[in-house]
């Protein structure tokens, strides 16, 4: 299984950007996928999440900022960043919980590489 991000870009305050997250490999379903970001000399920290029954959860410092949408298909997924701030900042990861098998009991976790998002001068 591969993650990958992509749609890196510069935060501006009051701006907007896409970080869309793709899976691709043997995958039955993606029970949750996740952006994390990850600030210089912080923990990552969760962002949103979305699950496979379309759920979704976001942090408090984003809500009613950020949205997760379905893309092409649905091993696609994008995070829309807009009304950006400058605590925005920092790598976003993108992580996929993801059963293998229809008939498997357990689900296993990939990360992609991450998308840098860094201040605008």
């Known amino acids: 299984v591969e993650v990958v991000e992509s749609g890196g870009g510069l935060v501006q305050p009051g701006g907007s950007l896409r970080l869309p997250c793709e899976a691709s490999g043997i995958i039955f379903r993606i029970e949750n996928m996740g952006w994390y970001r990850q600030a210089p000399g912080d923990q990552r920290e969760l962002v949103a999440i979305v699950s496979s029954d379309g759920s979704t959860k976001y942090a408090d410092d984003v809500k009613g900022r950020f949205t997760i949408s379905r893309d092409n298909d649905d091993r696609t997924k994008c995070l829309q960043m807009t009304g950006q701030k400058r605590e925005d900042t920092g790598v976003y990861y993108c992580?996929?919980?993801?059963?293998?098998?229809?008939?498997?009991?357990?689900?296993?976790?990939?990360w992609g590489q991450g998308a840098q998002v860094p201040l605008s001068s």
């Open positions: 992580k996929a919980e993801i059963r293998h098998y229809s008939c498997g009991l357990y689900n296993y976790a990939y």
